[in-house]
């Protein structure tokens, strides 16, 4: 009897232990990224390579502005060190996805150098509440250019 009272015990302890459930809290949302088409006066993808004087990700750089000071971004272990990629959006379109700068302020910086000769400034409105990381504005080149609410994808036209 008593080694029966003994499994029953175990048993019920099991049955309790087995059902308490641990709660996680979610994961946080981080989404501060933007892609960009670029185009020249004739519509032309500045990014494909079939471009004349297209944008070469050879040739691009990125830089965050802290604290008044121009840092490159470069991470060896992503695969995207640089923080750029070229691909074909869903309309084949090739894009420039570009990681902003978003851990530090509010309205943080990022200097988008295309070429030796061209640098732009992206600058992202980050909310941060609730634990998440979300990019709630763009402007480039000081003119605003996204919202939330719509897909976070521009054009900008160069001459």
């Not at 709660?23 to 949302?29: A, D, F, L």
């Not at 992202?124 to 003119?143: A, H, M, P, R």
Request: hydrophobic residues 40%; glycine residues 8%; aromatic residues 8%.
């Amino acid at each position: 009897m008593k080694k029966s009272i003994i499994v029953l015990v175990i048993s019920v302890l099991l049955l309790i232990i087995g059902s308490c459930k641990k709660v996680n809290k979610p994961e946080p949302i981080v989404a501060v990224g933007i892609n960009v088409a670029y185009k020249d006066n004739l519509g032309n993808n500045l990014l494909d390579s079939a471009t004349p004087n297209h944008y070469s990700i050879a040739n691009m750089h990125v830089f965050y502005l802290e604290n008044g000071v121009k840092e490159e971004y470069y991470n060896g272990k992503m695969d995207n060190p640089k923080g750029l990629k070229i691909f074909q959006d869903s309309t084949g379109e090739y894009v420039l996805g570009i990681g902003l700068n978003s851990f530090r302020a509010e309205n943080d910086t990022t200097l988008l150098q295309l070429s030796n000769t061209d640098i732009d400034t992206i600058v992202g409105t980050i909310d941060k509440s609730n634990g998440d990381i979300i990019l709630k504005k763009v402007w480039y080149n000081g003119i605003l250019k996204w919202e939330y609410g719509t897909y976070p994808s521009i054009t900008i036209v160069k001459k």
